[in-house]
């Protein structure tokens, strides 16, 4: 069964496509867990110094603040 509906232009050029929600959020969720890999193997490769947790942790909440 197809699930996905191409709006066309003028010219018969596909130009957008609609899909179910539950599609939507499974592709939008797939591509942040993507990013944080990505994220993650840049991170492994930085040779910097290891601090722990808690620190990491503090220094965040108070860059935000």
């Known amino acids: 069964m197809n699930e996905e509906n191409f709006v066309v232009d003028k010219k ?3 130009i957008a496509v609609q899909i179910p929600v539950r599609i939507y959020e499974k592709l939008i ?7 944080e890999i990505k994220e993650y193997r840049i991170a492994k490769t930085h040779k910097g110094e290891a601090i722990p947790f808690e620190q990491a942790f503090r220094e965040i909440e108070d860059s935000i603040q």
Not at 29 to 35: A, F, G, I, M, T
Request: charged share 60%; aromatic share 0%; net charge negative.
């Open 12 to 14: 018969g050029r596909k």
């Open 29 to 35: 969720s797939d591509s942040e867990e993507l990013d």
